[in-house]
């Protein structure tokens, strides 16, 4: 049971590069989330979707576009990779009501 | 503005003792609380959870305290053990309209438990 698995697990972009990380649950989940995570900053969500069809925005979702390609995958696209956009992505989902999500175990992305 | 404070970045113990990670919250729309860990290279695992109906939640080890008159959490690690050593991640959900399934996280808490 993979859960949920993010592709590629490290990645070195030069800025202006456009790159999609991908994310796929085998849970059976509705809502799926992007966050990334930065030193002192904690986890941030980018976007997330709250089940097939819906996407929205999270607290910093500037530079990023997704797509929930249907219920399992849910892809987080940079257009225009920036210096500011290094750090570690992480996917999740989660079903609805009091549970707690299940996350991947992260993209490294370095934008140089 | 930040929803969710761990106001300690770093904790050092010794290895038997007790650990105790603090958690602030300012939303009172917050009504499910979270602790994660997560080990370096890993993505955060899900460690114990509480209703805002409930003070204290155990689990082997683990304890969760909620005082939501002060709005604050706490998580006990009794005792503690060197594989306890990662970051804490405190996190909070809150059931207003769409948003009752959004997790807001905390900065987190390095927890290092020496032998």
């Known amino acids: 049971n993979a859960g949920v698995t993010q592709t590629p697990k490290f990645q070195v972009l030069k800025t202006g590069q456009s790159m999609t990380l991908q994310c796929a649950q085998d849970m059976n989940h509705n809502s799926m989330y992007w966050y990334r995570q930065d030193p002192g900053m904690g986890l941030r969500l980018i976007y997330y979707?709250?089940?097939?069809?819906?996407?929205d925005k999270g607290e910093v979702p500037n530079g990023y576009n997704v797509s929930r390609l249907n219920k399992r995958e849910f892809s987080l696209r940079l257009e225009s990779a920036a210096p500011s956009q290094t750090s570690v992505y992480f996917c999740?989902?989660?079903?609805?009501?009091?549970?707690?999500?299940?996350f991947g175990s992260g993209t490294r992305l370095t934008v140089v | 503005d930040q929803q969710v404070k761990q106001n300690s970045p770093s904790l050092s113990v010794q290895e038997g003792r007790i650990s105790i990670l603090n958690c602030d919250y300012t939303n009172s729309m917050f009504d499910y609380f979270l602790w994660y860990k997560k080990y370096p290279a890993e993505g955060p695992t899900f460690l114990i959870s509480i209703s805002s109906i409930k003070d204290k939640n155990e689990d082997g080890r683990f304890t969760v305290f909620l005082n939501k008159s002060a709005k604050h959490l706490s998580l006990h690690i009794v005792p503690s053990q060197p594989g306890d050593s990662a970051v804490y991640f405190c996190a909070a959900k809150g059931n207003s309209g769409g948003s009752n399934y959004k997790l807001t996280f905390g900065k987190g808490t390095l927890l290092t438990v020496n032998p």
């Open positions: 979707s709250a089940s097939e069809g819906t996407t």
């Open positions: 999740a989902s989660s079903i609805e009501g009091n549970y707690g999500y299940t």
